[in-house]
Nanobody, 117 residues
Framework: QVQAVESGGDLVQAGGSRRLSCKVS????????MGWYRQTPGKQRELVARITMSGTTTYADFAKGRFTISRDNAENMVYLQMNSLKPEDTAVYYC???????????WGQGTRVTVSS
């Protein structure tokens, strides 16, 4: 079993930056990828950025050029550096850890980012 705990959400002014952190624990050897997703009320959860255990990254179009996903394998951490934040980036951000054998995603509890205009 894998667990993820996010931190770093806060109120940020438009144009500002914020770094989200996710601590992953448990059976980390089954993990194939770790990612950041976000959700706003009434909308489906959407991918922000994802990084595989081999280091391949994927970004949503809205995140390209502004957000960077990274990981620290020694500390079992995954980060999301968000720059040039916009009010439309306001959401609850979730860390999702993918299990390689079946694609199951273990979710953290979420951390809220609010971008004020």
């Amino acid at each position: 079993q894998v667990q993820a705990v996010e931190s770093g959400g806060d109120l940020v002014q438009a144009g500002g930056s914020r770094r989200l952190s996710c601590k992953v624990s448990g059976d980390i050897f089954v993990i194939s990828a770790m990612g950041w997703y976000r959700q706003t009320p009434g909308k489906q959860r959407e991918l922000v950025a994802r990084i595989t255990m081999s280091g391949t990254t994927t970004y949503a179009d809205f995140a390209k050029g502004r957000f960077t996903i990274s990981r620290d394998n020694a500390e079992n951490m995954v980060y999301l550096q968000m720059n040039s934040l916009k009010p439309e980036d306001t959401a609850v951000y979730y860390c999702g850890v993918t299990r390689g054998e079946d694609g199951y995603i273990a979710w953290g509890q979420g951390t809220r980012v609010t971008v004020s205009s």
